[in-house]
T-cell receptor, first 111, second 112 residues
Framework: KQEVTQIPAALSVPEGENLVLNCSFT??????LQWFRQDPGKGLTSLLL?????REQTSGRLNASLDKSSGRSTLYIAASQPGDSATYLC??????????FGEGTQLTVNP | NAGVTQTPKFQVLKTGQSMTLQCAQD?????MYWYRQDPGMGLRLIYY???????DKGEVPNGYNVSRLNKREFSLRLESAAPSQTSVYFC???????????FGPGTRLTVL
């Protein structure tokens, strides 16, 4: 059974800092991996999707990497801003199967 | 273009009561999903509908039923609510089963 773990569970940083969020998964036979953002009381917003054949994806200040063989993905946020404060979740999918979500990292960026 | 909408936003039930959570999407997506989110458990799939006319159990289906009313609408029913069903419920849709999902804003349900 696929298990997804996100470390740390919570992170607080000063504005402007670069930071890395970690996601690990137990079954490396994944089809793709996605990073989501969730604001308090809101639904999830998809940020980046990495196919199993890809190593990384970038969108603005966000960069997600994937190392399938080691079962790891990282989400790098450059020059963090207070507006980046949210919970970040990763999810993995096997081909033809459902998404398995991690529990998320709650990020606070302090002005 | 509203995306995925859910009603109600909040609900309090007593143990044993029944209710239906409604979900609709206007993106012409084929697949729809119901998740629940609990502290320390992440999001878990309750039921999904890969295409109109089909529904399948997810990871935690016990105590729930679903109806894919048409391509747009996918409802989740609790026949006899239990305190263990206190959670935040999210509906999502995607173009196909393996596509990028779009999530609704959630329904916060408390069962007393």
């Amino acid at each position: 059974k696929q298990e997804v773990t996100q470390i740390p569970a919570a992170l607080s940083v000063p504005e402007g800092e670069n930071l890395v969020l970690n996601c690990s998964f137990t079954d490396s036979a994944i089809y793709n991996l996605q990073w989501f953002r969730q604001d308090p009381g809101k639904g999830l917003t998809s940020l980046l999707l990495i196919q199993s054949s890809q190593r990384e994806q970038t969108s603005g200040r966000l960069n997600a990497s994937l190392d399938k063989s080691s079962g790891r993905s990282t989400l790098y946020i450059a020059a963090s801003q207070p507006g980046d404060s949210a919970t970040y979740l990763c999810a993995v999918r096997r081909r033809g199967s459902r998404l398995t979500f991690g529990e998320g990292t709650q990020l606070t960026v302090n002005p | 273009n509203a995306g995925v909408t859910q009603t109600p936003k909040f609900q309090v039930l007593k143990t044993g009561q029944s209710m239906t959570l409604q979900c609709a999407q206007d993106m012409n997506h084929n697949s729809m999903y119901w998740y629940r989110q609990d502290p320390g458990m992440g999001l878990r799939l309750i039921y999904y509908s890969a295409s109109e006319g089909t529904t399948d159990k997810g990871e935690v289906p016990n105590g729930y039923n679903v109806s894919r009313l048409n391509k747009r609408e996918f409802s989740l029913r609790l026949e006899s609510a239990a305190p263990s069903q206190t959670s935040v419920y999210f509906c999502a849709s995607s173009e196909h089963y393996s596509s990028w999902p779009f999530f609704g804003p959630g329904t916060r349900l408390t069962v007393l």
